[in-house]
């Protein structure tokens, strides 16, 4: 199937006289006929559930649709996209490790990986998209455990070029982990270029509704853990559950069976299956959406590069951006729906400006089916320092828009009154 049948079609295929549409398993809880298979569920000999806080029925059939969409072997839905990236590191880092990581990615992660990673005793070590392959290289030590980008960088709309990522992770026989939530798989299917885990924050163009909180983490099942040889996690015993070895019980899918029968297991970072149902139900139009979102923004950065009281804009679908060719080749059928600008005047021009926008709403969100803005320096980003800003691409005066997906006569009516107000 192609990726717009599959977003309707994956994951849940009724048998006869069973509900058309994906069913809520809203239990806790599961029933068994004998204790031998209940003890060969824990030994995980058989498939099945054993608890919610675990795998799911409904959650099961929406990882399962994610998963074919990705082009992965296996997915594992989480709480939260934070949720996502925690665990797709912890799943093979531990004190004492390191990553190597893009600086061009979410301010929310930044924080994750570069203060809360660091109590754990991991250290996070951050290259400039800038940055050459030999100092990348340079970073990468015998402790090192994966590299880490985002395929469109949350504000900045950097591009990240992931062939030449993987390239250095594989020569140093390390994973590479792709944050793939601006473009969707609908967009960008990272795997198809080296990337070896993808993750998502679901509660953006996913979802596409701002309805529901979630994350996911793709397994590509290409990653040769036992080749590489420096990943015990995964390819010997493990102690906390009976000796395990996930290379041996999940095969290609070994990453993504230890982060559920292990991490999921004891972090409990569980997406609740009404969550899952609501996620189901975006994914359905995801296809439908992306193509009008990216079509809006299109037009809306057009028209703001041409607006005598922008000052510039960011958007790697425009012939003049510096991103536009990393875009051709890895965005060909448009990047997302986000566009960054700064308003002539700074800071305060850029307040006044959102303060006078009546369809687009000033909301702590991005990427739904709604117009939206926000002043990332000041709100999402307000932890970094003006050194991490500068890195993660992002500017005093930046203004992020997430075109939605209304008519876009009325989004450029929208922003013609504001900008007449300063």
């Known amino acids: 199937m192609r990726i717009e049948t599959q977003c309707v079609q994956a994951g849940y295929q009724p048998e006869n006289g069973q509900p058309r549409i994906l069913p809520i398993y809203q239990s806790t809880t599961y029933k068994y006929d004998s204790a031998e298979h ?12 054993m608890y919610t806080r675990i795998s799911n029925p409904t959650v099961e059939m929406v990882e399962n649709k994610i998963a074919a969409l990705e082009g992965g072997v296996g997915a594992m ?3 939260s996209g934070q949720a996502a990236n925690l665990l797709a590191v912890l799943n093979l880092a531990s004190a004492g490790d ?86 969707t798989p609908v967009l960008c299917r990272p795997i198809e270029f080296g990337c070896d885990i993808v993750v998502h924050s679901t509660t953006k163009y996913m979802d596409g509704h701002a309805s529901v909180v979630g994350g996911c983490i793709v397994d590509s099942g290409n990653f040769d853990w036992e080749r590489a040889g420096k990943y015990p996690e995964l ?53 439908v959406r992306m193509e009008r979102h990216c079509q809006n923004a299109q037009a809306v950065a057009e028209y703001l590069e041409k ?10 679908g425009l012939a003049s951006s510096p991103q536009h060719a990393l875009a051709q ?9 986000v566009v960054s600008f700064g308003v002539r005047g700074g800071r305060a021009a850029a307040m006044k400006f959102m303060d006078s926008l009546r369809l687009a709403q000033i909301v702590v969100h991005v990427a739904d089916a709604r117009t939206s803005v926000l002043h990332p320096a000041s709100t999402t980003h307000r932890q970094l320092t003006d050194e991490q800003l500068v890195d ?31």
């Not at 041996?248 to 969550?275: H, N």
């Not at 080749?329 to 729906?337: A, R, T």
């Open 307 to 316: 607006h005598p009281k922008v000052s510039w804009v960011n958007f790697p």
């Open 235 to 287: 390819t010997e015993p493990d102690e906390s559950y009976h000796g395990v070895v996930y290379t041996k019980s999940f095969g290609r899918a070994a990453y993504i069976g230890k982060a559920r029968a292990q991490l999921m297991r004891d972090f409990g970072c569980t997406p609740q299956p009404i969550a899952a149902f609501i996620l189901n139900l975006g994914l359905e139009s995801l296809a």
């Open 98 to 183: 390191n990553i190597v990581c893009s600086s061009a990615i979410y301010g929310g992660t930044i924080n994750l990986f570069a203060f809360t990673l660091k109590r754990l005793g991991i250290e996070t070590r951050f290259f400039t998209p800038e940055a050459t392959d030999e100092e990348i290289s340079a970073l990468i030590d015998g402790r090192t455990r994966l590299l880490f980008g985002e395929t469109v960088a949350n504000p900045a709309l950097i591009v990240c070029d992931i062939e030449r990522l993987a390239n250095i992770a594989h020569a140093h026989n390390v994973p590479l982990v792709i944050d793939n939530t601006f473009p």
């Open 392 to 422: 993660a691409g992002i500017s005093a005066d930046l203004v992020r828009l997430s075109v939605g997906i209304e008519n876009i006569e009325d989004i450029l009516e929208d922003l013609a009154q504001a900008f007449d107000q300063i």
């Open 38 to 49: 209940l003890g060969k569920l824990f030994d995980l000999s058989v498939p099945g559930h």
């Open 77 to 79: 839905l989480t709480s």
């Open 329 to 337: 080749k890895y965005l060909p059928n448009g990047v997302c729906g």
